[in-house]
């Protein structure tokens, strides 16, 4: 398995840019030239292109925009960790109860989760993050609301073409109570589809943040949030071409990474669709590329 | 009997689906911390006027009881006034349906002309290197942030090279209203001008919702393609001595394309409801750019209105999805 997956050259790129993210945000501190520009002005160096002030050049408060680049990681891999953390631990009970049991209440649950699945998610999410006010946990949150229903309706619908199972019936007929056999024969079965969704799911989850950022729905200022940095930099375009060209950047490369990943795992895990009708629904405005 | 089943199911679900929606999103919006009387009465006015617009617009009463006549209102065909237009929101999002719908059409067109024929090259010279470029392009395309991709653009096409306009979606006078969308009112009423004009400031903003949905379609011809080239049929075909140019045209394609037209239905109906952040970026006076401004402002009764717009419209394109999918594959069909 491990050497298929090191022969996939796709996703072994993306394996190596989510390191470097990774890499990036553990060691913001010791990798950034000047860590303390997060925080501090430095208004004479204000602007500068990219040189030997900066690699990447410096912001509008003098900021060197690659050592805030490495710390906006530590914001992006935390935030979408612990937002698609929990969109998976809400959406993967709620599927497979729904997928395991009969009746009114799996119906209801399900419907429940497909209103969230009826408007465009980066909407959605805007509206959440808005009402809640700008705060990396009220993005967390808002993209937690917007994105469990994904793993609901995954699960429902790989545990309901599981429950038929000869191995499932005969573990109900051995009197395995429903927690045991959701928990012991359903899941681990169904566990490649989850792990692939959750993969391609990150890509979707950073950028529909970083838009919440651009919009300045996320971290207040000075965070060194990448969507946010994008939106400041606006103002300042065409003479500082270089301010918003890194940040774009590392979101771009790391949604690849967990693109690339996603559809390397999928390869893997689950040979029936390979590289095939997964992935889709990229067309929306900032961010749709996550709903199947 | 299967279709009148399935739009059955459907319809039957669309009226609790919306409700839920507006529930959720009228739960969201009234307890933020923001007072909305405050808000429509302006800052200059005393405690006593702003009482008195809570009073008039009903934001003193009991929540349910607030939702329960704003539902009613919304079967009577009033979906309220906006707190900062001062209009009517079933006008408002009248009034800037066309400009979404102007820009909907020519990124979906740009993304199938572009998408099709790509994807079905690269499904018949599978693992050439046009396939491997067109991956690479394909994966990076859905992993760009499209405000970034939109203000790059704009950096390079509007600032640098002047070739093109940085927003906005006409300058000078608009053509005559006749369909209201402006590239088809300007050549109905033969305005060459105000065609120039539409047709410059549409490219941007059409490319930046072109290239996600464009990679997409790539991604669903090819393998769509892939899947048809493969199967027995096919083989049977080849078997039987007909042309490949026949059997491609002929048999491949149209079975193909199939699964790619579900996907561009499902991309239309995100783009009505969902080009948000594009709109916004190029200052495009459409339902999206509309709803970004509605949410900032916590103008309340229009997110309502806006909510109630992309779910319908999301109801609508799973509906035609599945019709279309019971037309192609009956089996499907429950």
Sequence with gaps: ?292 | MVWLNIVLNRLVWLVPTLLGLLAIVFVLSRVVPIDPARLAAGDNASPEQVAAVRHSLGFDRPLPEQFLRYVAAVARGDFGTSLFTQQPIADDLAARLPATLELTLVAIVLAAAIGIPLGVVCGLRRNSWLDHVLRVVTVSGLAVASFWFAMQLQFLFSMKLAWLPLSGQIEGFPPEHVTGLMIVDALLTGDTEALRSAVRHIVLPAITLALPAAATVVRFTRNGVIGVISSPSVAYQTAMGYPRRLIVWKYVLRMAVTATVTQLGLIFGILLAGAVVVETVFDWPGIGAYAVRSILQSDYNAIMGFTLWAGAIFVAVNLLVDLLQAAIDPRGAR
């Design chain 1, 1 to 292: 398995m491990l050497r298929r997956f090191a022969r996939d050259r796709a996703a072994m790129l993306g394996a190596v840019l989510i390191g470097l993210l990774v890499l990036a945000a553990v060691f913001a501190p010791w990798l950034a030239p000047h860590p303390e520009d997060v925080w501090q002005f430095h208004t004479p160096r204000r602007l500068l292109p990219p040189g030997p002030g900066g690699l990447f050049g410096t912001d509008r408060m003098g900021g060197d925009v690659f050592s805030r680049i490495l710390f906006g990681a530590r914001i992006t891999l935390s935030l979408s960790v612990i937002a698609v953390g929990s969109a998976v631990l809400i959406g993967v009970p709620v599927g497979l109860v729904a997928g395991y049991f009969r009746g009114w209440f799996s119906d209801l649950l399900m419907r429940f989760a497909e209103i969230f699945l009826a408007v465009p998610q980066i909407v959605l999410a805007i509206a959440i993050a808005q009402t809640l006010g700008p705060s990396i946990q009220n993005v967390i949150l808002a993209l937690s609301i917007t994105y469990w229903p994904f793993w609901a309706r995954l699960v429902y619908a790989e545990t309901r073409s599981l429950r038929n199972e000869v191995f499932i019936e005969s573990a109900v007929a051995l009197g395995a109570s429903p927690l045991r056999v959701m928990v012991l024969h359903v899941l681990p079965n169904i566990a490649s589809p989850i792990i692939v969704r959750t993969s391609i799911g990150m890509g979707a989850t950073i950028l529909t943040a970083a838009t919440l950022g651009f919009l300045g729905l996320g971290a207040p200022p000075p965070t060194p949030e990448w969507g946010r940095m994008i939106a400041e930099s606006r103002e300042y375009l065409p003479d500082a071409w270089w301010y918003a060209l890194a940040p774009g950047m590392a979101i771009f490369l790391t949604v690849l990474g967990f693109n690339l990943l996603g559809d390397g795992l999928r390869d893997i895990l689950d040979p029936r669709t390979r590289r095939s009708a997964g992935q889709g629904g990229g067309g929306g405005g900032g961010g749709g590329g996550g709903d199947e």
